[in-house]
């Protein structure tokens, strides 16, 4: 029922405009998690397709996963940076078509282990803050 969801949240996003292309994204699999449990990481994953088919037009998101448990004195410096009550760090693959994207991005490239960073609020819910290469 919550991958239907998500499925559900990412086709409305994509009808709403020209974003990003999210419709064959592998969420490719990741260590288990001390920190995180699968729901919560795969709930931060859907912040980020969404926000990709939002705003990443002329682009297609390949992959993305959970960055890992190694990465949990970045996770701290992010909550304190966004003032939130923890991060996550993911990790992904996205090809750029001829345009460029928004312009920012090298037309006709592939970018790979660019970051998304999330932060989540105190009623739980995560939000996007930040994304680029660490």
Same mark, same amino acid.
């Given at each position: 029922?919550?991958?239907?969801? $998500?499925?559900?949240? %990412? ?9 990003? @292309?999210?419709?064959? *994204? ?17 709930? =931060?994953?859907?912040?980020?397709? =969404?926000?990709f088919a939002k705003e990443f037009e002329g682009c297609t998101l390949r992959e993305i996963t959970y960055a890992g448990d190694? /990465?949990?004195?970045? !996770? =701290? ?10 991060? $996550?760090? %993911? *990790?992904?693959? !996205?090809? *750029? +078509? =001829?345009?460029?994207? +928004?312009?920012?991005?090298?037309? @006709? ?8 960073? %999330? ?8 939000? /996007? *803050?930040? /994304?680029?290469?660490?």
């Amino acid at each position: 029922m919550y991958e239907m969801g $998500i499925s559900l949240l %990412l086709s409305l996003v994509m009808m709403c405009g020209s974003g990003g @292309n999210v419709a064959q *994204v592998e969420i490719t699999p990741w260590k288990p998690s001390a920190i995180y449990t699968e729901e919560e990481i795969l709930e =931060a994953v859907g912040v980020a397709e =969404a926000y990709f088919a939002k705003e990443f037009e002329g682009c297609t998101l390949r992959e993305i996963t959970y960055a890992g448990d190694d /990465h949990q004195d970045e !996770f =701290a410096e992010w909550t304190k940076s966004y003032e939130g009550k923890e991060a $996550i760090v %993911l *990790v992904s693959t !996205f090809d *750029v +078509d =001829a345009s460029g994207g +928004d312009g920012s991005l090298n037309p @006709n490239d592939t970018y790979e282990n660019w970051e998304w960073v %999330l932060v989540r609020d105190k009623d739980g819910t995560w939000r /996007h *803050v930040t /994304h680029g290469y660490g």
